[in-house]
């Protein structure tokens, strides 16, 4: 490994992460919308709730649904790309949102608005895991470049996507639903109009073959840890909104804010920090910095809260860019069968934290879901620490991810 060498060069500079084909931005914007409609609902979630007369809890349940089913949908990207090529899955998971985001917007019960975004994870499902596939495949620079490009997709849709709920759910907490489904249908068009169909694998994709290549004690590891930093995440992304009980201006200012900082430290600070202190130590220090943020958000004041939800992006901004490398880089899987098994298992945590985080305060008080977010923090950073001889056997991981040897990124195809 050559030292003092930019973490982002051969295969990952801005040069090269900016000098893409059409295919590739089409399906990166297109990514953005899909981001964006995760965090669409956080600054509109009281308002939802005030509009369908509906708990906190029950409101929730909008999470619940879109990631249960996401995270079961992993198991049946593979089968479909395979089979169908990745431009027609991308094409369906589109259509599904544009679909399943318009009815959202027509909901008259809770009940209504769960089963639609239900139908809306389903797409999200198909496109995203599709996506990253696409993009690391198509893009000039290599894989680390690709993974950056992906990253800056995640992390701009996340920030957008707070800010676009709160300016048209201030509105009207329908309006952000029906404003997705539109932007969607433009990334239809664009996929439609700028990506070729990509080369279909020499084998078809069982449904049986994410589960098999969690086998591998590396990936295996991986998707455990992030299983539980994924539900401290999404106890930031889905509870904290009730907890700041803001404006859905004010909310989505806070979120954009949050996303922001999530998008430069997954793209800018993470390839650098690794280089100098390797992925393992970065992924464990920064779950264990976000389980003490989380303790801030759930004790502090007010403010304190505001900066401590705007504080945890940076936390998962780099979590996201190093977890998405090791699933990808630590086994010996084909990439969309490592990420599909990887994403079947993190999803359920995305599921399961925005229901349970409104039941502990209802069980105990404000500040145990946080606590518990916390310990699950610590929990992802243990397993990084106990299982860190698995993470590093394939993907020689001690090496950053972005680091390269003899002038070849060592993520390359």
């Known amino acids: 490994m050559r030292q003092g060498k ?15 084909p059409k295919a590739v931005w089409a ?65 369906v998971g589109l ?16 009940a209504e608005l769960v089963g639609f975004r239900a139908g809306w994870g389903l797409g999200n499902a198909l496109f995203v895991s599709t996506a990253l596939a696409v993009i690391v495949g198509a893009a000039a620079g290599g894989s680390a470049a690709a993974i950056l490009l992906y990253e800056s997709a995640l992390g701009l849709g996340m920030a957008c996507g707070p800010l676009l709920g709160a300016i048209l759910g201030d509105m009207k907490w329908r309006y952000p639903f029906f404003g997705t489904a539109a932007l969607m249908a433009i990334g239809f068009l664009a996929i439609t109009v700028f990506l070729k169909e990509q080369p ?36 930031v992304l889905a509870f904290t909104p009730f907890v700041l009980n803001m404006s859905p ?32 130590k970065v992924l464990g220090g920064s779950l264990v910095l976000l389980a003490a943020d989380l303790l801030v958000l759930g004790y502090g004041s007010h403010t304190t809260a505001v900066a401590a939800t705007i504080a945890s992006g940076a936390f998962i901004g780099l979590n996201n860019t190093v977890y ?60 990084v620490w106990a299982r860190r001889t698995s993470l590093t056997h394939e993907a020689t991981e001690l090496r950053p991810a972005h680091a390269t040897e003899d002038g070849v990124s060592v993520f390359a195809n």
């Open 6 to 20: 930019d973490p982002l060069d051969d295969g990952a500079g801005t040069g090269s992460l900016l000098r893409q």
């Open 27 to 91: 399906t990166a914007g297109a990514s953005v919308v899909a981001f964006m409609g995760i965090g669409l609902v956080d600054p509109i979630l009281p308002s939802i709730a005030k509009g369908l007369d509906a708990t906190p809890s029950q409101v929730s349940l909008l999470f619940t649904s879109y990631f249960l089913i996401t995270a079961v949908a992993m198991l049946v990207t593979g089968f479909v790309s395979s089979r169908i090529g990745g431009k027609k899955t991308l094409l």
């Open 95 to 110: 259509a599904l949102v544009v679909v399943f985001a318009a009815l959202a917007g027509t909901s008259d019960s809770v």
């Open 200 to 235: 279909r694998p020499a084998r078809k994709t069982s449904l049986l073959d994410p589960l098999k290549a969690l086998g591998h004690g590396g990936l295996a590891s991986a998707a455990a840890s992030a299983f539980f930093y994924n539900y401290a995440f999404f106890t």
């Open 249 to 280: 201006y004010k909310s989505g200012g806070v979120f954009f804010a949050w996303g922001v900082l999530l998008a430069v430290f997954s793209v800018l600070v993470a390839p650098r920090l690794q280089e100098r202190f390797g992925s393992l």
């Open 324 to 383: 998405t490398e090791l699933a990808l880089g630590v086994s010996d899987a084909p990439r969309p069968v490592a990420s599909a098994g990887y994403n079947f298992v993190r999803w359920f945590a995305a599921a399961a934290a925005p229901y349970f985080a409104p039941k502990i305060e209802e069980w105990s008080d404000l500040h145990i879901p946080f606590v518990v977010a916390a310990a699950a923090a610590v929990v992802g950073a243990l397993i």
